[in-house]
């Protein structure tokens, strides 16, 4: 079972839901796909490994290549170019397709190794910590992400959660993709409501089914709930805005392992999904 959580921006508390249902399932599997701002480990502070995540990109040898400029005009992104005789590649755009190097007709160009991020791995009380780490100022995370992914296939008994990016772009699609059920967390706000949306209209796009967490919540008017009952959208849990739970997400601590009133609510929201999982596997099925 694999369960998506994601947020249309970041701050609304995606993060905290995921480690804490991830504490809350004990024998479970968490993967940090926020690549660009992974913070799930300060909360299960593994002792992790690491491993190098490599792309291709394409290197030339000016001494074979012609300048025909077959790859300048097949290259979409614009990561070659031919100047005074020369060809460079721009590595930074380049989104190692290999196209480049299967039109060359000289076979100026070849492929090698460019690392852009890392991969950490641990074990906190039975949780399997699973977290990407792109390396500053490059283009895309997806490569990161789909080693993340391929690598913890469902096996077992064990319920994966993918910690999402914030936002409804290429990276979350490819988070989501695979999943069984999508949680989207949203803060009671009309600003909450729009960030609400572009996830909601996300999953929709994915034919994924889902729920959403209503966080931070207060007394009074609430126009996240509004917006889930007039789309007719499930409320797994409500979180009420607390000190309390505040200082402890502040100071990285995993609730359900301090405090018996988060535990149940956590475990409680673990519960609602699970049962949402297994209703629609036996209407699909």
Not at 104 to 122: H, N, S, W
Not at 214 to 242: D, H, M, R, T, Y
Request: charged residues 25%.
């Amino acid at each position: 079972m694999r369960i998506a959580v994601l947020s249309g921006k970041g701050g609304t508390g995606k993060t905290l839901v995921s480690v804490n249902l991830a504490a809350a399932a004990k024998k479970s599997i968490y993967i940090d796909c926020d690549v660009e701002e992974p913070n799930g480990y300060l909360f299960f502070k593994p002792e992790d490994v690491q491993e190098e995540i490599s792309v291709k990109i394409p290197k030339v040898d000016n001494e074979l290549c012609n300048g025909c400029r077959r790859c300048v005009d097949f290259c979409k992104f614009n990561a070659l170019s031919y100047i005074k005789d020369k060809l460079i590649v721009f590595e930074e755009i380049c989104h190692s397709c290999g196209g480049c190097i299967i039109l060359c007709p000289e076979r100026a160009l070849i492929e090698r190794d460019k690392v852009i991020g890392k991969i950490q791995r641990g074990i906190s009380y039975g949780v399997k910590v699973n977290t990407g780490i792109l390396n500053t100022g490059e283009a895309s995370g997806i490569p990161i992400i789909k080693n993340l992914l391929m690598e913890n296939q469902f096996q077992g008994d064990q319920v994966t959660f993918v910690d999402c990016p914030p936002g409804s772009a290429c990276i979350v699609m490819e988070s989501i993709k695979d999943v069984d059920y999508c949680i989207l967390v949203a803060e009671p706000t009309l600003f909450g409501v729009h960030n609400l949306n572009m996830v909601y209209d996300l999953v929709k796009l994915f034919n994924k089914p889902f729920g959403v967490v209503l966080n931070k919540c207060l007394e009074g008017e609430n126009p996240a709930e509004k917006f889930c009952l007039e789309k007719n959208i499930k409320i797994l849990c409500k979180i009420p805005f607390n000190n309390e739970l505040g200082l402890l997400n502040s100071n990285a601590e995993i609730v359900v392992r301090k405090s018996k009133k988060y535990s149940d609510i956590f475990t409680g929201l673990l519960e609602a999904v699970i049962r949402e999982v297994q209703y629609e596997a036996t209407t699909n099925s």
